[in-house]
Nanobody, 122 residues
Framework: QVQLQEAGPGLVKPSETVSLTCTVS??????????WSWIRQSPGKGLEWIGL???????DYSPSLKSRTFIDRDTFTDQFTLRLSSVTPEDTAVYYC??????????????WGQGTPVTVSS
């Protein structure tokens, strides 16, 4: 059974960097063909894709967040980490991690964590 669990600080001040960690159990994040992603949902808005890191360590980011985003991984602990810098109140959201698989010519997010809230406030 694949499980994902997010962890984060909860409250962050504007201009700081927020770090969130996703711990994966039941699956190695280095297994060929799987991708590991971060997604967020701000209050009253839809889901927003942030970025992902692949089984081989390559990463990809949303163009709108790319300049402030970095995703890293630790294959020994099966964790991957999101760092979002220079946060503003607009970054307040519930942050989710998810596993991504290739389905035909598209992708599917087949396993999700329960989400961790991040509030940006002074």
């Amino acid at each position: 059974q694949v499980q994902l669990q997010e962890a984060g600080p909860g409250l962050v001040k504007p201009s700081e960097t927020v770090s969130l960690t996703c711990t994966v159990s039941g699956h190695s994040i280095a297994t060929n063909g799987y991708y590991w992603s971060w997604i967020r949902q701000s209050p009253g808005k839809g889901l927003e894709w942030i970025g992902l890191i692949a089984y081989n360590g390559n990463s990809d980011y949303s163009p709108s967040l790319k300049s402030r985003t970095f995703i890293d991984r630790d294959t020994f602990t099966d964790q991957f980490t999101l760092r979002l810098s220079s946060v503003t109140p607009e970054d307040t959201a519930v942050y989710y991690c998810a596993r991504v698989i290739i389905v035909g010519t598209g992708v599917a997010f087949d396993y999700w964590g329960q989400g961790t809230p991040v509030t940006v406030s002074s």
